[in-house]
């Protein structure tokens, strides 16, 4: 066995050092966990910052705990709940 070709243990898995010539890793598909990063939908303070074109609706008031804002922990809006089922209807015809 070269050092360039190995197999990996009890499965006969064969690579070589280096990218792969093909540009796809088998490798890669198999072996390893992909994540996802998905970032919320639209909220109502998402609403709200662009209707008033800044974030400082989002401040709160001296004294004001932050559980006593209007827009503390917000809820997604219509359009907001309507992205969030068409990304789960994507999400679950995808192969990975």
């Known amino acids: 066995m070269s050092k360039s070709t190995s197999s990996m243990l009890e499965d006969n898995f064969q690579f070589s050092l280096g990218p792969p010539n093909s540009g796809f890793s088998l490798f890669l598909a198999e072996r ?5 990063f998905i970032r919320h939908a639209e909220g109502f303070h ?8 800044t974030n400082e609706c989002l401040h709160h008031a001296p004294g ?4 006593e ?3 503390w922990d917000s809820r997604l809006t219509d359009k907001g709940i309507a992205q969030a089922k068409a990304l789960k209807e994507h999400l679950a015809h995808r192969p990975s």
């Open 32 to 36: 390893t966990k992909k994540v996802h």
């Open 46 to 53: 998402n609403v709200e910052t662009t209707k008033q074109g």
């Open 64 to 67: 004001q705990g932050a559980r």
């Open 69 to 71: 804002h209007p827009l």
